[in-house]
């Protein structure tokens, strides 16, 4: 399989998403644009084995379980605007392209190395992405949810999981 | 699922969890996240050809004073266009207080003092003041404390005036475009301003 354009469409999808920062109202193009190469792109293996659904829900709960005690133990940020409806739209639009990128596209490309580059390599991609956005504060937060999302891909073979865990997260920071 | 998977997935849970946590007195968000178009900005006096809005917001709060000084707290207004965040020991122990009145007042900045010069206003001014609850006393800084202001448009400098200044004093500050926010530290209270 020829793979030379998978550095360069990384790279490029990397930079629209950390160019979101530039212009938050064009923001939405840029989801738009990596959520297409996440969902249609082609990607080695892109199946995982079959899973019972008990699985999945499982290591969904996980994940969203750890948003939740957060949301219990972490007070409010004050970046945290009371966005529109359409906002709140966006943003889960953007996490589901966020996840499909990340964890379907590049983690499945990065998993032909092994598991541990697929982990870190797109957990890492993922916080770079934010820190044009939110500064060096979001590193360690944005790298270990990366961390957390991608051990969803890889114990559920898929990046529905992490998608459906990544909108909770959202919606939690909102509740 | 295998135990072993599972206890990864349980660890990897942790390890989020501390990573948020570990961000000390610092409120930390679930998931530093996306973009989210921004509401309009709420003026105090509206510039020319800004629509009018809600008029912005107050705020008021409270810092526990120990022996060691103040505890760390963060007091923002509720349309969250200005905060202020006191670091632990920001505010000196003061004799017969065990606390210290925060509030955060929106005035049209320019009513403060002209702009410098090459700089205009990009959001209200905020006067910050901060007083020794039982003394009345103003409270007195020993650190420095940051200020997040909202920005209408674009900014890159936080402007500060104090007491009956006539004119400001310019903070660098590190903006957020993201959120429309700029943050600077600063050594004293007073009145604050983000402009371009």
């Known amino acids: 399989m020829r793979v030379w354009h998978v550095p360069i469409v990384g790279t490029l999808g990397c930079l629209a998403l950390a160019a979101r920062a530039a212009d938050v109202r064009a923001a939405p193009l840029a989801d738009l644009a990596v959520g297409i190469v996440g969902i249609a792109g082609t990607v080695p293996r892109d199946r995982g084995p079959s899973l019972p659904h008990g699985r999945w829900a499982a290591v969904t709960a996980i994940g969203i379980a750890a948003f939740a005690a957060a949301r219990l133990l972490v007070p409010a940020h004050p970046a945290g605007v009371s966005?529109?409806?359409?906002?709140?739209?966006?943003l889960l639009i953007a996490s589901v392209a966020e996840e499909a990128f990340f964890r379907r596209w590049m983690y499945g490309w990065l998993a032909v190395a092994g598991?541990?580059?697929?982990?870190?390599?797109s957990s890492a991609a993922f916080a770079a992405v934010h820190l044009p956005i939110y500064g060096l504060r979001a590193l360690p937060v944005d790298f270990a949810a990366g961390l957390l999302f991608g051990w969803q891909r890889l114990a559920t073979g898929a990046w529905t999981a992490s998608a459906a865990t990544h909108v909770a997260a959202n919606l939690l920071q909102l509740a | 699922m295998s135990p072993r998977g599972l206890t990864a997935g349980v660890a990897l849970a942790v390890l989020y969890l501390v990573a948020t946590l570990g961000l000390g007195a610092h409120p930390a968000r679930l998931l530093y996240d996306g973009t989210v178009p921004m509401p309009p900005y709420q003026w105090v006096h509206p510039p020319n050809g800004a629509a009018g809005t809600a008029p912005p917001s107050s705020a008021a709060g409270t810092l526990t004073l120990g022996a060691g000084g103040s505890a760390a707290n963060e007091v923002s207004t509720d349309d969250l266009q200005a905060s202020v965040t006191f670091p632990e020991s920001a505010v000196a122990p003061h004799a017969g207080?065990?606390?210290?009145?925060?509030?955060?007042?929106?005035?049209?900045?320019?009513?403060v003092a002209r702009a410098p010069a090459g700089h205009r206003f990009d959001s209200n001014g905020y006067r910050i003041?901060?007083?020794?609850?039982?003394?009345?006393?103003?409270?007195?800084?020993?650190?420095?404390?940051?200020?997040?202001?909202?920005?209408?448009?674009?900014?890159?400098?936080?402007?500060r005036a104090q007491g009956q200044d006539k004119?400001?004093?310019?903070?660098?500050?590190?903006?957020?475009?993201?959120s429309q926010q700029i943050v600077a530290h600063s050594d004293r209270l007073g009145t604050f301003a983000a402009s371009p």
């Open chain 2, 129 to 159: 003041e901060a007083v020794y609850a039982t003394s009345g006393a103003p409270a007195t800084l020993v650190k420095p404390v940051d200020i997040a202001l909202t920005y209408a448009v674009h900014a890159n400098i936080v402007l």
């Open chain 2, 167 to 178: 004119s400001w004093t310019i903070l660098t500050g590190t903006v957020f475009p993201a």
């Open chain 2, 97 to 111: 207080d065990s606390s210290v009145k925060v509030t955060i007042t929106p005035v049209d900045a320019a009513t």
């Open chain 1, 83 to 90: 966005p529109s409806t359409v906002g709140i739209l966006v």
């Open chain 1, 115 to 121: 598991v541990g580059p697929a982990l870190i390599g």
